[in-house]
C-alpha cells in the first residue's frame, strides 16, 4: 500500500493535469469561436452529407504537396489579409496535391474590392455539397489519407453519390492548440448519380 503522502502528491497531480487540459478545452474553444464560422463543423467519428454556401475563398498555390509547403502558404495568405485588412475567419481548407490552401471571405468584407495578385487568387466557390467526417488530433497527410479513405468506402457502399472532386482537407485550429485538441475534417465534394431509364423503343405500326 502507498504511503499517504505518495497517494496525495500522486492525487494532486492527477487533478493537476485535468485542470490543466480543461484550461486548454476551454481556450481552444473560445480562440476558435473568436473567428466568423464559414460553415457547421461535422462532429468528430461522423459521416455526413454536408451543404456548404456559395462563399468566396482567396487561394495560394504550391507546387508540391500541401505537407510540405503549408508554412509557405499560409504567410502568402496572411499577408493579403493584412494589408486588405481583412478579418480571418474559420476553417481553413487544403489541397494536398498540387498544394493550396484557401481562406474564406467573412460577411464583414464581402464589399471590399479584392482582386487578385501576389500568388493569391480569388474564387468564387458555388453551393457545394460533400461528404465529410469529423477528425480530432494533430494535422498529417497520413489522418487525411485514413480518413479519405473512410469516406471512399462509404461511397462504394453506399451507390447513390459520386465524386466530383479529390477529397481536401478543413482545419479549424492554428499551430497555438494542442495537437488533442485541433479539429479537423476530410471533405468530398458529390452528387447524386444519375438515373439512366432504359429507351423505350418506339411502337412499330401496322401496315394496312
Known sequence: MAPRSLTGKMIYNTMARTAYFLILSTLSSQVASAYEEMYPRTDVGVIELKNISKRIA????????????????????????????????????????????????????????????????????????????????????????????????????NGQYEKTAPAYAVYWHGPFVPGFFKRSEVHIPIRKKKVHQKEEKPKQQRQE
Do not use: H
Not at 484557401?102 to 468584407?109: I, L, M, Q
Not at 457545394?128 to 461511397?155: C, M, P
Open 58 to 157: 482567396l487561394e495560394s498555390t504550391a507546387s508540391g504537396n500541401y505537407f510540405r509547403a503549408n508554412n509557405g502558404l499560409f504567410r502568402s495568405l496572411f499577408r493579403f489579409i493584412s494589408k486588405n485588412e481583412i478579418e480571418m475567419t474559420v476553417p481553413v481548407e487544403a489541397e494536398v496535391n498540387p498544394g493550396k490552401m484557401r481562406f474564406f471571405v467573412g460577411a464583414k468584407d464581402k464589399g471590399k474590392p479584392l482582386a487578385s495578385g501576389n500568388g493569391i487568387k480569388i474564387k468564387n466557390i458555388p453551393r457545394t455539397l460533400v461528404l465529410s467526417i469529423g477528425i480530432r488530433g494533430s494535422y498529417s497527410e497520413d489522418k487525411f489519407r485514413t480518413n479519405e479513405k473512410k469516406l471512399l468506402q462509404w461511397l462504394a457502399r
